[in-house]
């Protein structure tokens, strides 16, 4: 009998982990940048390469900064969203074109809908990876002093925007 209780223990402390980590939503990937200044950059910008863009720009607004890609399937799914948040004129929206080349990601917005105030051309994701971006689309809630203070991994949902995204917005513009 004596010889089934270390294995039966075990067994119970699997059971357990297992049953924790059903509950956790794989989406609240905690980033270690939450708290901390966006990561600096300068960056050209997407439709004007004799332009550029740097969070430092922002200062002084609350902003997203949104990851995409026109290869990124999964950013066909939260663009609508985005278009109809842009509509809205809640908060600036910068794009973070990722991995992309310059034409193909203005095609795609020509084709799609542009609702960036401008995007960023990070062409050889040096930006994304001072982010933390292992997957596009990824979006980061900025406030007014440059501080990351929300990050959606993957696309962004209408659950997430009205639950999350758009009241910490508020919030961090004092509406």
Known sequence: MRRFLLPLGIFVVL???LAVGLRLDPREVPSPLIGKPAPDFHLT???????????????????????WASWCVSCRQEHPLLV???RQ???????????DERDA????????????????WDHDG????????YGVPETFV???????????IGPITAEALKEKIIP???ELDGA
């Open 15 to 17: 059971v357990g982990f």
């Open 45 to 67: 910008q997407l439709h004007a390469a004799d332009r550029t863009i740097a969070p430092a720009d922002l200062k002084g607004k609350v902003w997203l900064l949104n990851v």
């Open 84 to 86: 109809d948040l842009a």
């Open 89 to 99: 004129d809640i908060v600036p929206i910068v794009g973070l074109n990722y991995k």
């Open 105 to 120: 990601g203005k095609a795609w917005l020509a084709r799609h809908g542009d609702p960036y105030q401008l995007s960023a």
């Open 126 to 133: 040096r930006v994304g990876i001072d982010y933390g971006v």
């Open 142 to 152: 900025i406030d007014k002093a440059g501080t990351i203070r929300y990050k959606q």
């Open 168 to 170: 910490l917005i508020k």
